[in-house]
Nanobody, 117 residues
Framework: QVQLVESGGGLVQAGGSLRLSCAASGMMFSINAMGWYRQAPGKQREMVAKITSGGSTNYADSVKGRFTISRDNAKKMVYLQMNSLKPEDTAVYYC???????????WGQGTQVTVSS
């Protein structure tokens, strides 16, 4: 069965940085696009970054220039480097495999990111 385990969240001051990690198992990782999503309290989950199997990336406008998504196919890991964090980045962050705009698997537990002002 597919497992997605996110880690690396925490409490950070505005302007700080965090690096999130997602460990994937039980799927053919290298052929899938992967995405990072976030859900803030009272808001819908939104995609913040996506990386294709070939390494092409795209980002939500709100994080462009601040966040960088990367992947290590050998380790079945996807990462999200988050710099210049803002209080509005506070959310639970999740990863998942994507086909088009469709999320392929059940969500993991996520990792909480809290940015204080």
């Amino acid at each position: 069965q597919v497992q997605l385990v996110e880690s690396g969240g925490g409490l950070v001051q505005a302007g700080g940085s965090l690096r999130l990690s997602c460990a994937a198992s039980g799927m053919m990782f290298s052929i899938n696009a992967m995405g990072w999503y976030r859900q803030a309290p009272g808001k819908q989950r939104e995609m913040v970054a996506k990386i294709t199997s070939g390494g092409s990336t795209n980002y939500a406008d709100s994080v462009k220039g601040r966040f960088t998504i990367s992947r290590d196919n050998a380790k079945k890991m996807v990462y999200l480097q988050m710099n210049s964090l803002k209080p509005e980045d506070t959310a639970v962050y999740y990863c998942n495999a994507i086909s088009g705009v469709i999320v392929l698997y059940s969500w993991g537990q996520g990792t909480q990111v809290t940015v204080s002002s």
